[in-house]
Nanobody
Framework: VQLQASGGGLVQAGDSLKLSCAASGRYGRTVSNNALGWFRRAPEKEREFVASISWRGDSTNYADFVKGRFTISRDNARNTVYLQMDNLKPEDTATYYC?????????????????WGQGTQVTVSS
């Protein structure tokens, strides 16, 4: 499975961005039965969980620092996961990575994810 993330950029504090991540696989492999997630890594910091969505999209979980500001969603017909980011803050500056879980339910554990995208940079200026 290959993941292609897009939508990052340079914005000002308070602005919004929507990240997309399209999955593709050999022999028609889809990710519709897998939970999907977003993580991020800021400069000189550890990778951290941001959000996860279950295979049917009926369950989500978020890191506390994005609750109420970020929304994860998915379109199984397009094999795509999204991250709507509103009211961005300078501390949200990071490279954002999408990932495909081995499991169908939401999870914040990085070791639950089998495939990772290449990342898309989000920079928020104050």
């Amino acid at each position: 499975v290959q993941l292609q993330a897009s939508g990052g950029g340079l914005v000002q504090a308070g602005d919004s961005l929507k990240l997309s991540c399209a999955a593709s696989g050999r022999y028609g492999r889809t990710v519709s039965n897998n939970a999907l997630g977003w993580f991020r890594r800021a400069p000189e910091k550890e990778r951290e969980f941001v959000a996860s969505i279950s295979w049917r999209g009926d369950s989500t979980n978020y890191a506390d620092f994005v609750k109420g500001r970020f929304t994860i969603s998915r379109d199984n017909a397009r094999n795509t996961v999204y991250l709507q980011m509103d009211n961005l803050k300078p501390e949200d500056t990071a490279t954002y990575y999408c990932a495909v879980s081995r499991y169908s339910g939401v999870t914040s554990r990085p070791d639950s994810y089998a495939y990772w995208g290449q990342g898309t940079q989000v920079t928020v200026s104050s």
